[in-house]
């Protein structure tokens, strides 16, 4: 599916504007440091440049090692930073420095500002929202810290015609019964006020019935309804799609036969969300199995397939309902589209400091992979492998297939909302400079 808009035809005058603002800001950053630092300027690039590394290798010494070799590792990745401010605070330049990085930042904003309408993504096609007779909406009141009681949303959605059911216990609830129940008795639309494992439980069913699905974000993250464009501020403001709403067509993805709608994730973060203790103290049984995790001296030891692509033993290995944008170092932050009709694949394998600094290249990151297919199987060498399916801890049988359904999911959304996630363009200095001195593309 085509997913962007590329054009050469002429820039508006804004962008051009934009283009030569960010191209003088990037030449003053040179002037600054070459005019007040001189000879100096490429001994500052060079402590700035190994504070940075020598940082991130401390990191990766702290999270892979245990002992006295993680306090030391601490205490060089304070040390690092102060080294840098001190070493330029010495040389009485710190005033150039962040002349100079304020320059640079002012570039790249107008830069990136002006790069936008280069790579547009097509909009999501909405349609009129379908008629209704009977919503009922399955609200959990723990989720999110009681979200469903701080925002009186089963008040709110009774106002709208909704009928509530609440998920009070006692133990624990067969979601997905519950909501096919709810069918059969006559709901013609489903909805969740809960976090994004129970809004997939749900939205299988939906998808199965062919039925409207409402998404409340009143969980504790909600990735899904973030990159639907709701305002997961107040989930309330979700419920305006029962009385003027609209429908998006979007994915939905399965791991063996589970439903995710967001992602499933195999490895390191699997296997810590595995253990007993993780509830208790995150932080303290993290930092005390990712050492043996990430040297390879525990855990399962995984294979992938995805399309022509093959993954060879990723310490950590993330299957999402669609691909995640490219601008941060994973790719794990937020998805463009959710109706592409693909998987993202993304792979991570570092055994080094050396290869932990890497990744600051990136996507051409040596321990970093990434791909998109339709279908992506998961093998491993034991019998079962633990994942975590909308951060839900599970263990699957292998192989784990892994598959997406196209346009399986009619959700409802509100028509004024802030709008879905459109990620920044990559900075390419020969545009901008095509861009400011011929005024296109």
């Known amino acids: 599916m085509e997913t962007t808009t590329r054009t050469t035809a002429d820039?508006?005058?804004g962008q051009r504007w934009l283009a030569r603002a960010s191209l003088a800001s990037a030449a003053a950053a040179v002037v600054v440091l070459g005019v007040f630092a001189g000879l100096k300027t490429f001994a500052l690039l060079g402590v700035g440049l190994a504070g940075v590394l020598v940082t991130v290798a401390a990191v990766w010494w702290i999270v892979s090692r245990r002992g006295l070799t993680r306090y030391l590792a601490v205490l060089l990745a304070l040390a690092a930073p102060v080294?840098?401010?001190?070493?330029?605070?010495?040389?009485?330049?710190?005033?150039?420095?962040?002349?100079?990085?304020?320059?640079?930042?002012?570039?790249?904003?107008a830069g990136r500002a002006a790069l936008a309408g280069r790579v547009a993504p097509a909009p999501v096609e909405e349609r009129p929202a379908p008629a209704f007779r009977r919503a009922v909406l399955i609200m959990n009141?723990?989720?999110?810290?009681?979200?469903?009681?701080?925002?009186?949303?089963p008040e709110r959605a009774e106002e709208f015609g909704a009928q509530v059911v609440l998920l009070?216990?006692?133990?624990?609830?067969?979601?997905?019964?519950?909501?096919?129940?709810?069918?059969?008795?006559?709901?013609?639309l489903l909805g969740v006020a809960g976090g994004d494992g129970t809004q997939a439980l749900v939205a299988e069913v939906a998808a199965d019935l062919g039925l409207p699905f409402l998404v409340i974000p009143a969980g504790t993250r909600n990735h899904f309804a973030l990159d639907l464009g709701l305002d997961r501020d107040d989930p309330a403001k979700a419920l305006d799609a029962l009385r003027d709403g609209r429908e998006l067509r979007v994915d939905l993805g399965f791991a063996a036969g589970r439903p995710f709608v967001n992602n499933v994730s195999f490895g390191?973060?699997?296997?810590?969300?595995?253990?007993?203790?993780?509830?208790d103290g995150k932080t303290r049984t993290t930092l005390g199995l990712l050492p043996d995790l990430l040297m390879g001296h525990k855990g399962v030891r995984l294979t992938a397939r995805a399309g022509a692509e093959t993954f060879t033993d990723p310490q950590a290995l993330l299957v999402s309902n669609n691909p995640y944008g490219e601008g941060d170092i994973a790719g794990l932050g937020r998805r463009t589209r959710l109706d592409t009709g693909v998987l993202g694949c993304v792979g991570v394998r570092v055994t080094s400091a050396a290869q932990a600094t890497g990744l600051l290249r990136g996507s051409r990151a040596t321990g970093l992979h990434r791909t998109t297919a339709a279908t992506v199987v998961v093998d491993a060498d034991r019998e079962t492998v633990p994942a975590g399916i909308d951060g839900e801890a599970v263990r699957l049988p292998v192989p784990v297939r892994c598959e997406i359904r196209p346009g399986a999911l009619r959700v409802l959304v509100p028509r004024e909302r802030p709008g879905a996630y459109r990620e920044r363009p990559a900075l390419d200095w020969r545009v901008l400079g095509r861009l400011g001195l011929t005024g296109r593309y």
Not at 172 to 188: K, Q
Not at 269 to 277: D, F, I, K, M, R
């Open 11 to 13: 820039a508006p005058r």
């Open 83 to 109: 080294w840098v401010i001190a070493t330029y605070t010495r040389a009485r330049l710190t005033w150039v420095v962040v002349v100079s990085c304020a320059l640079w930042l002012l570039a790249a904003g």
């Open 141 to 153: 009141p723990r989720s999110g810290g009681g979200k469903v009681g701080r925002f009186a949303l």
């Open 168 to 188: 009070e216990g006692p133990g624990e609830t067969d979601v997905s019964a519950l909501a096919r129940a709810c069918a059969r008795e006559g709901a013609d």
């Open 268 to 279: 390191a973060y699997a296997e810590v969300v595995q253990s007993p203790s993780y509830r």
